[in-house]
C-alpha cells in the first residue's frame, strides 16, 4: 500500500521554525532602547560634529545668500581635544568662512569670512584689505565704487567708528588702544570678521574682535537654498510661521535655487 506524503502549506500562519531555532521577537524594551541608541547618536552627531544653520541675512552676498541652509563642520576648527586623538584639528586661517558666536552675545551665531589672525597688522584703504603691509586679493568682496563708499567701512581704521555709526559702545573705546602706526593689531586669542558683502555687513569693524572660544566651525556645503525675503526671518508669531510655511510647501519647486544644491563653500 503507497502511502501518499501532503505538501505542508506555506501560508505566514503555518510557518514553523527549523528544527533547533526558536523564534525570536524584540521586546518593547529593546525597540525603545533601538530607538534612543538612534537619537542619542544622531544627537551627538548635530551636537559635537556637524550642525544645520540657515542664513537670514545679506551680509555674505554673493558667497552665502539668504536661504541658504549649510551643514558646518563642527569639528576642524574646534580646540584640540585628546578623547578624540583620529579627528584633524587646525587653527583657523586667513580666508575661512565660520560660524561664531557674537561677542557680547552669547546666543547669537554669525558667519563671516576670516580676515586677520592674532598678531596680524590690518587696515582698509579705499575698500582693500591690507594684513601686514601686503593687499589682500579678495574677488569674493563686494568691490567699493564712488557710489558705495563709505570713509568708516573702507579707510578703518583711519576713520573713527561710533555708536551714530552703529558701532558698540564698547567696541567704540577699546579700538584706539589696538591700533599702531595706522593699523589695527589684532591681539593673542582673537580674530578679525569681515562679510563678503562689504558696505552691508555689521562686522568687526562695528564690534571688533571675536574671541578663539567663540568660533564654532565652518560651512561645508549648501544642503539646500530657497528664495527668502530678508526681512522673513525677522518676522515672528505663529500666523506668520505657518504663512511661511505654507509658502514653502507651494513653492518649492519653484523657488528652490537647485543651482546651489550640494554647493561648495568657500
Given at each position: 500500500m503507497t502511502k501518499t506524503n501532503t505538501p505542508a502549506s506555506n501560508t505566514p500562519s503555518q510557518l514553523q521554525s527549523a528544527p533547533g531555532q526558536e523564534s525570536v521577537e524584540e521586546t518593547p524594551?529593546?525597540?525603545?532602547?533601538?530607538?534612543?541608541?538612534?537619537?542619542?547618536?544622531?544627537?551627538?552627531?548635530?551636537?559635537?560634529?556637524?550642525q544645520n544653520f540657515v542664513i537670514p541675512s545679506g551680509s555674505m552676498e554673493k558667497?552665502?545668500?539668504?536661504?541658504?541652509?549649510l551643514v558646518v563642520d563642527r569639528i576642524t576648527l574646534a580646540p584640540p581635544s585628546g578623547w578624540m586623538p583620529l579627528i584633524h584639528y587646525r587653527e583657523p586661517k586667513r580666508g575661512d568662512i565660520v560660524v561664531f558666536l557674537k561677542p557680547g552675545e552669547p546666543?547669537?551665531?554669525?558667519?563671516?569670512?576670516?580676515?586677520?589672525?592674532?598678531?596680524?597688522?590690518?587696515?582698509?584703504?579705499?575698500?582693500?584689505?591690507?594684513?601686514?603691509?601686503v593687499p589682500q586679493s579678495q574677488p569674493h568682496a563686494q568691490p567699493t565704487t564712488a557710489d558705495n563708499y563709505r570713509d568708516y567701512l573702507d579707510d578703518f581704521p583711519s576713520v573713527p567708528m561710533s555708536p551714530d555709526l552703529g558701532a558698540t559702545e564698547a567696541w567704540t573705546v577699546a579700538m584706539p588702544g589696538y591700533v599702531k602706526d595706522g593699523d589695527l593689531v589684532v591681539p593673542p586669542g582673537k580674530?578679525?570678521?569681515?562679510?563678503?558683502?562689504?558696505?552691508?555687513?555689521?562686522?568687526?569693524?562695528?564690534?571688533?574682535?571675536?574671541p578663539r572660544e567663540n568660533i564654532v566651525g565652518r560651512p561645508l556645503f549648501n544642503y539646500w537654498s530657497f528664495e527668502t525675503p530678508e526681512s522673513q526671518y525677522e518676522q515672528?508669531?505663529?500666523?506668520?510661521?505657518?504663512?511661511?510655511?505654507?509658502?514653502?510647501?507651494?513653492?518649492?519647486?519653484?523657488?528652490?535655487?537647485?543651482?546651489?544644491?550640494?554647493h561648495i563653500i568657500r
Open positions: 524594551f529593546e525597540a525603545a532602547a533601538s530607538i534612543c541608541t538612534v537619537l542619542v547618536v544622531g544627537l551627538f552627531i548635530l551636537t559635537f560634529l556637524a558667497t552665502l545668500l539668504v536661504g541658504d541652509h546666543d547669537l551665531f554669525l558667519v563671516k569670512r576670516l580676515i586677520a589672525v592674532p598678531g596680524d597688522h590690518i587696515h582698509l584703504r579705499d575698500g582693500i584689505v591690507i594684513v601686514n603691509g580674530y578679525f570678521m569681515m562679510g563678503d558683502n562689504r558696505h552691508n555687513s555689521l562686522d568687526s569693524r562695528y564690534w571688533g574682535f571675536v515672528t508669531g505663529m500666523s506668520n510661521n505657518l504663512t511661511w510655511m505654507a509658502h514653502v510647501v507651494l513653492h518649492f519647486f519653484t523657488d528652490t535655487r537647485w543651482s546651489r544644491t550640494l
